[in-house]
């Protein structure tokens, strides 16, 4: 089995990306609430490249922002996984775990459950420490991360170098998880 190989629990494919992603996509994109932390809304032809971007990372590293697909029915729920952190960034080519649901999946263990399985396979695949950012305002992202066991970096927050100055969203926390002994 290769790391492009889909990553399966059991309620929840983590896979490549599809076509029939990018409306589903599109709309999770375009909730306000689901894109508070984030930044502005993407239009499709932003979607389509982001997509594009992910399956890119998955064939060249074997890892990337999967897409989430619910076992029971099918339906995207968003994606997790591991890919290269964002340059000018502390965290920068080093692994960085990210989620996003749409917001009807919230709250029912959905992230924590692709975000463990997205770490068991990066250890599994000798990557020695994964990092994660998110604003401090998220407390539902730093509080996953906290759950997953990571730890909060001392010294480790930092301004987002593509959010604007004075842009709420621009200050950023860093946490890490190393792979366990």
């Known amino acids: 089995m290769t790391r492009a190989a889909p990553i399966v629990t059991d309620r929840l494919i983590l896979r490549r990306w599809e076509a029939r992603d990018a409306a589903p996509f599109h709309a999770m994109g375009r909730d306000a609430q689901v894109m508070r932390y984030i930044g502005p809304p993407l239009g499709m032809a932003e979607v389509k490249a982001a997509i594009a971007r992910q399956n890119d990372l998955l064939d060249t590293g074997g890892s990337c922002f999967r897409a989430i697909e619910r076992v029971d029915d099918g339906a995207f729920l968003g994606f997790c996984g591991i890919k290269p952190g964002p340059d000018g960034t502390p965290i920068a080519g080093q692994p960085e775990i990210g ?3 749409r917001r009807d999946a919230w709250g029912r263990g959905y992230a924590r459950e692709a975000a463990a399985a997205s770490l068991a396979d990066a250890w599994a695949n000798d990557v020695a420490r994964v990092a994660a950012i998110t604003v401090p305002a998220n ?3 730093w509080g ?6 990571m730890t909060r970096v001392e010294d480790g927050d930092f301004d987002h170098p593509v959010v604007p100055e004075g842009n709420p969203l621009r200050r950023h926390l860093c946490y890490t998880i190393g792979r366990p002994q």
């Open 99 to 101: 989620w996003r649901l």
């Open 144 to 149: 996953l991360m906290i759950r997953l066991g």
């Open 139 to 141: 407390r539902a992202s």
